[in-house]
């Protein structure tokens, strides 16, 4: 048995709002599965219920192949998106404290090492950078050495390089065999760490498979984006989709494309052509763009 989490039919209500409707899929032992979408998606209330927090209206969320159970749990590491720490512990004895909570725990020098926590291990939490609080925050889901880890949207709010030191960390705990399930709406991090993907809309889901399976399945040849000022009134042979303050025009045949703006006179400064990435798969999809 491969599948360490497994959903199906989940519904979640909230009197008159159906915030996750009958969503349904597995994850396989190893892998990173990552939960996309935009804000007001039903992600995050997904994983809640995964997690054990929220009770489904309806549908079964089963964990190592059994019906979800306190046992179960145990094997379980959750990084929330936001974890109040205790007041005026340095971040050595916070990692003590919540080892505290459990009977199975990693080495405290070993998750040192993993997390890179080892520049301010002695430092007041509370002082910590937004990156230091976020491997901090890894670690304290590591702390019980769990085989499923979730991670809920944990690099919002980073700077750049700490987003990309963050996967470095999650890379490496992959390759302890961990399974993760992360939500994100940066479509460079999935691309980056998913090996499979759901992305989600208005509490369902609206497409799954691994990023290069789904970009194969959407689209051939490239995109072409322009300003969205540069098309205002123009009458043009081909769709566009509208994606904040450009337009996008999907083509396999970029010379004639090219050819055919210069012809209807629309200018060309700030053409790009690049090829398809998540965020225009989502775009596609849903008439939207994922946004932070």
Same mark, same amino acid.
């Given at each position: 048995m491969n599948?360490?989490?497994?959903?199906?039919n989940l519904?979640?209500?909230y009197?008159?709002?159906?915030?996750?409707?009958? @969503?349904?899929f597995?994850?396989?032992k190893?892998?990173? =599965?990552g939960l996309?979408?935009?804000?007001g998606?039903?992600k995050?209330?997904t994983?809640?219920?995964m997690?054990g927090?929220?009770?489904?209206t309806?549908?079964?969320v089963?964990?190592?192949g059994?019906?979800?159970?306190?046992k179960? =749990?145990?094997?379980?590491?959750?990084?929330?998106?936001?974890?109040?720490?205790?007041?005026?512990l340095?971040v050595a004895?916070?990692?003590?404290l919540?080892?505290?909570?459990?009977?199975? +725990?990693?080495?405290?020098?070993? &998750?040192t090492?993993?997390?890179?926590?080892?520049?301010?291990l002695?430092?007041d939490?509370?002082?910590?950078s937004?990156?230091?609080?976020q491997?901090?925050?890894?670690?304290l889901?590591?702390i019980?050495?769990?085989d499923?880890v979730?991670l809920?949207?944990?690099?919002t709010?980073l700077?750049p390089?700490?987003?990309?030191?963050?996967?470095?960390l999650v890379?490496a705990?992959?390759?302890r065999g961990k399974?993760i399930?992360l +939500?994100t709406h940066?479509?460079?991090?999935?691309? +980056?760490l998913?090996?499979d993907i759901?992305i989600?809309?208005?509490?369902?889901? @609206?497409e799954?498979?691994?990023?290069?399976?789904l970009?194969?399945?959407h689209?051939?040849? @490239?995109?072409?984006?322009?300003?969205?000022t540069?098309?205002e009134?123009?009458?043009?042979?081909f769709q566009? &989709?509208a994606?904040?303050d450009? @337009?996008?025009i999907?083509t396999t045949?970029v010379?004639?494309?090219?050819?055919?703006?210069a012809?209807?006179?629309?200018?060309?400064?700030?053409?790009?052509?690049?090829?398809?990435?998540?965020e225009d798969?989502?775009l596609?999809? +849903?008439g939207?763009a994922l946004?932070a």
């Amino acid at each position: 048995m491969n599948d360490l989490l497994s959903v199906h039919n989940l519904v979640k209500r909230y009197k008159q709002l159906t915030a996750v409707d009958g @969503v349904s899929f597995s994850v396989t032992k190893g892998q990173c =599965f990552g939960l996309l979408g935009p804000n007001g998606a039903g992600k995050t209330t997904t994983i809640e219920m995964m997690e054990g927090i929220s009770k489904p209206t309806s549908g079964e969320v089963r964990l190592f192949g059994e019906p979800a159970s306190r046992k179960a =749990f145990e094997r379980v590491g959750i990084q929330f998106q936001n974890t109040a720490l205790q007041d005026y512990l340095t971040v050595a004895e916070t990692l003590k404290l919540f080892a505290a909570f459990y009977t199975k +725990t990693i080495d405290q020098d070993e &998750l040192t090492e993993l997390c890179s926590l080892g520049d301010f291990l002695h430092q007041d939490a509370r002082k910590l950078s937004g990156g230091q609080r976020q491997r901090l925050l890894l670690a304290l889901a590591l702390i019980n050495d769990p085989d499923l880890v979730f991670l809920d949207e944990p690099t919002t709010g980073l700077d750049p390089q700490s987003r990309r030191n963050f996967w470095e960390l999650v890379q490496a705990i992959k390759r302890r065999g961990k399974t993760i399930v992360l +939500t994100t709406h940066y479509m460079d991090e999935a691309e +980056t760490l998913c090996d499979d993907i759901a992305i989600m809309d208005q509490g369902r889901i @609206v497409e799954r498979g691994s990023p290069s399976q789904l970009l194969e399945r959407h689209f051939e040849g @490239v995109m072409v984006h322009l300003p969205a000022t540069a098309v205002e009134g123009k009458i043009l042979p081909f769709q566009m &989709l509208a994606n904040r303050d450009r @337009v996008e025009i999907q083509t396999t045949a970029v010379d004639a494309t090219v050819r055919q703006l210069a012809e209807a006179q629309v200018p060309l400064t700030g053409l790009q052509v690049k090829s398809p990435n998540l965020e225009d798969l989502f775009l596609k999809l +849903t008439g939207h763009a994922l946004r932070a």
